[in-house]
């Protein structure tokens, strides 16, 4: 049994979340703050439900808000970085012949978003949602996760700001990056579209390192809130893929317009 003022056993409610000691579900007492009853209302009405079990709801909501956009965020970046991977290799390869300046806009467009996404994340910010933003948070409300003890959550707290120091140093270029670099357009590659492949302002292996960590810390925290994950396997394949079918393409157009003339 979890220590919590939240819980989730399969024995009780079908496993959702209920507040510990009961069988009153989070689902229930959403329902009746939605409703407009106030604290007092369902205390009274719920002679079991302590004071202490209401902030705890409100605080796995929260939760579950602010992984939901760290998980938009994550997803948004993790893709703009295979984009980039998936054409630096297609380069390397000599599959892109043709539509260059197509290739190197979506590869920099991409090679950007990861950037900036990682910024996003990242970078403490009080005004905004961020990874930092979960972990003060998860501390601050440990005994509110159905799927982790409080001792749980603060460990895993720990554990997760210090993996996030090793990266102190990337963080900081990227801080740098973020307004100088990306807000202007190289004028070499205007003779060479093809130098963008080599041309990085960041070292994007580590940034790739930096968006898995951080995939790692979200996925934790969805464990411990509501047992899920965020998966990216899928994601990836259907991206190779894709970016195979559009070369294969243009290239076959490129061969069509060759024959004709």
């Keep these: ?55 705890a709801v409100q605080a796995l909501v929260k939760t579950e808000s602010i992984l939901h956009q760290l998980s938009e965020l994550l997803t948004s970046g993790w893709y703009s970085l295979q984009i980039m991977k998936v054409l630096e290799q297609a380069v390397k390869s000599h599959q892109i012949t043709n539509a260059r300046y197509f290739f190197v806009w979506t590869y920099q467009t991409s090679e950007r978003e990861s950037i900036l996404t990682l910024a996003k994340l990242a970078i403490p910010d009080k005004d905004s949602i961020t990874i930092h933003c979960l972990l003060n948070h998860a501390l601050q409300s440990r005994r509110a996760f159905p799927f982790a003890t409080p001792a749980e959550i603060k460990q895993a707290v720990a554990r997760d700001k210090k993996q996030l120091e090793g990266f102190a140093p990337l963080i900081e270029t990227i801080k740098g990056e973020r307004d100088h670099v990306l807000a202007h357009f190289d004028r070499k590659l205007v003779n ?24 790692r810390i979200v996925n934790t925290y969805k464990g411990y809130c509501n047992n899920s994950e965020l998966g990216m396997s899928v994601l990836e394949r259907n991206l190779q893929e894709d970016i195979a079918f559009l070369i294969m393409l243009m290239q076959r157009a490129d061969a069509d317009t060759t024959w004709v003339e």
């Design 1 to 55: 049994m979890r220590q919590g003022l939240i819980i989730s056993d399969p024995t009780v409610m079908m496993g959702k979340p209920v507040i510990s000691g009961t069988r009153i579900t989070v689902e229930l007492v959403l329902e009746k703050l939605a409703a407009g009853e106030t604290i007092e209302q369902i205390l009274d009405a719920h002679l079991r439900l302590t004071r202490e079990a209401i902030p």
């Design 192 to 215: 060479d579209p093809l130098k963008a492949f080599s041309h990085r302002p960041v070292d994007m292996t580590e940034v790739e390192r930096c968006l898995q960590e951080l995939l």
